[in-house]
């Protein structure tokens, strides 16, 4: 029997944040977006009293100061770093695994002999070797096993995995859980559903998949005969190419010089470039939007986006900028009060798709590629960075984080201190 | 359909063939030249089970008997299982320290240094051991 584990850590950045300080344990923590904006995490302490996902920090200031909630920047660093222990742990449990989230990832289990066991044990290494919580939710396919692992999370007496490889077990699960707890069953789609009497995980399993499909999607009736435990959906080994790599923030306020926000987008364009080079991709398109806040009545609204194209592929970031900087020069408009901009490249390629052209020699492509790598390699040691005119990374100006913790993992200078 | 030859290329690109010291007697290859090095990983030394390694930065003097002395980093493992007489890092009163762990007669965090007094852990309180401490990384010469 086809079997899928999904394991998923448990409020995993406010774990992280809990790694090194003891003293947060089983109180409040909260984790808020990039630029502090709204709640992205919440220990079960902080959901408790009642704090909501995706609330603005602003809203909920009063039961924050009142029950003494410790509040978070997203610390990326960290989490990304604890990521990776994660997902490293959890290869010794399968050789074949899907990391579908920077917290979840899918493990085949076929031919495991006693699933409860074992997914307790990948629990009990994680939290040991790592040091994060985690629950296992085990099924015969991954709509089924990201059920599984919601009751594991809801349910404290289930121990934190549940297998949900008999049927009569699935179906009792089902009956109790909202349809918009299904996995790829979105709030649009949850809403049409009730329309038509499906509350339930269990109703829309009984649904007659080709009448599903006529109505909503293929994807919709995949979503059913997966709740009836006909496994659709098989394990992505090689994660789907990237499509587009963007870069975009709002910035913590707002700017208004020429020369300020000429500086961000070309941060931007650097991020990206350097995104692209991580992934092995060349693009060929890129775009840029700058814009201001629809919400802001104290200057004229403006925005405006532009689009180019390089002359050949590319992943240099001289390139890239050169674009990126004449693109700015077309859309800027004086007298705003921009809140956010951003640049995203597109029309990606692998280097080994791409046909060289008459003009370019092959020196070039190596030259540049061995300046992009050295470029890499130092802005990465953390021993200094290099950055080109237009950019001024060297602060997070455009990104407000007063709560962020210290790169406990990733710098020597934030390595915690024990006494 | 006909070919026209337009140009020659340049210079074929040199083909580097390596020339082996040794001498390679026939028939039967030097066992020598197998011989292959690589340079040395430190963390090859310190480091068995990465995802589950951790550093932390020593403070104070409570320990400087078992070689830990302030600034120095330490390498916990948290996949090790912490046994009597390791040097851990507990956490303990809502906080991370470093202690020598004691199992036996009874539980207790032992500081080494004489001038302070081990910690008794009473039945019940809570003692989690964050990892065990495997190497103490020393500097010699300070920045």
């Known amino acids: ?419 | 359909m006909k070919a026209n030859l337009i140009g020659r290329a340049g210079d074929v690109a040199r083909l580097d063939i390596p020339l082996f010291l040794d001498a390679v007697p026939a028939g039967f290859p030097s066992p020598a030249s197998d011989y292959k090095e690589r340079t040395l990983d430190l963390n090859e030394l310190c480091v068995k089970n990465p995802a589950a390694t951790y550093f932390v930065r020593a403070q104070g003097d409570s320990m400087i008997e078992a070689g830990i002395f302030p600034g120095d980093v330490l390498v916990v493992d948290r996949s090790l299982e912490a046994r009597h007489g390791d040097v851990v890092i507990a956490e303990f009163n809502g906080e991370l320290t470093v202690k020598r762990l004691e199992l036996k007669p009874e539980v207790r965090l032992v500081p080494m240094n004489r001038r302070h007094a081990p910690v008794p852990v009473p039945e019940g309180a809570e003692l989690e051991i964050f990892g065990v401490v495997t190497t103490v990384i020393h500097s010699l010469r300070k920045p």
């Open chain 1, 1 to 419: 029997m086809r079997r899928f584990a999904l394991v998923d850590c448990n409020n995993f950045y406010c774990s992280c944040e809990r790694l090194f300080r003891p003293d947060l344990k089983r109180v409040p923590v909260v984790v808020l977006s990039n630029n502090d904006g709204c709640i992205v995490a919440r220990s079960p302490e902080a959901r408790a009293l009642g704090i909501g996902m995706g609330v603005p920090l602003f809203k909920v200031r009063e039961t924050v100061r009142r029950h003494n909630v410790r509040v978070f920047s997203s610390n990326y660093a960290l989490y990304g770093d604890i990521s990776a222990r994660v997902m490293q742990t959890l290869e010794r449990f399968s050789p074949d695994l899907e990391i579908y989230s920077i917290d979840e990832a899918f493990l085949d289990l076929s031919g495991v002999a006693s699933p409860v066991a074992y997914g307790q044990e990948i629990r009990a290494t994680v939290r040991r070797h790592v040091g994060v919580p985690v629950s296992v939710g085990i099924a015969p396919t991954k709509t089924l096993a990201k059920l599984a692992n919601y009751a594991a999370k809801r349910f404290a007496e289930t121990g934190g995995v549940v297998d949900l490889s008999a049927p009569h077990k699935q179906r009792r699960l089902l009956a109790i859980t909202p349809v918009g707890e299904v996995w790829g069953v979105g709030r649009r789609i949850a809403a049409s559903l009730q329309k038509l009497g499906v509350t339930t995980a269990l109703d829309l399993a009984r649904m007659e998949p080709r009448r599903i499909r006529r109505r909503f999607s293929v994807v919709l009736e995949r979503t059913v005969r997966e709740l009836n435990g006909e496994s659709c959906i098989g394990l992505e080994a090689m994660p789907a190419a990237k499509k587009q790599i963007v870069c975009s923030r709002s910035f913590g306020e707002k700017l208004t010089g020429y020369a300020e926000v000429r500086q961000a987008v070309c941060e931007f364009a650097a991020r990206t470039a350097e995104k692209l080079r991580r992934e092995e991709l060349l693009a060929r398109m890129v775009h840029l939007f700058i814009r201001t806040s629809p919400f802001d009545g104290s200057g004229p609204g403006y925005s405006n986006a532009a689009t180019g194209t390089l002359p050949c592929p590319s992943a240099d970031s001289r390139a890239i900028l050169a674009l990126v900087t004449r693109l700015f020069d077309d859309i800027w408009k004086d007298g705003c009060r921009y809140a956010k901009a951003g640049v995203m490249l597109g029309d990606l390629c692998s280097p080994d798709q791409v046909q060289p052209d008459l003009f370019t020699a092959g020196d070039d492509q190596d030259r540049s590629d061995r300046l992009m790598r050295a470029i890499d390699a130092i802005n990465h040691s953390g021993r200094g960075k290099i950055w080109f005119g237009g950019q001024r990374p060297q602060t997070d100006w455009f990104m407000r984080r007063a709560h962020l913790s210290p790169a406990y993992t990733t710098r020597w200078e934030c390595i915690p201190e024990v006494c």
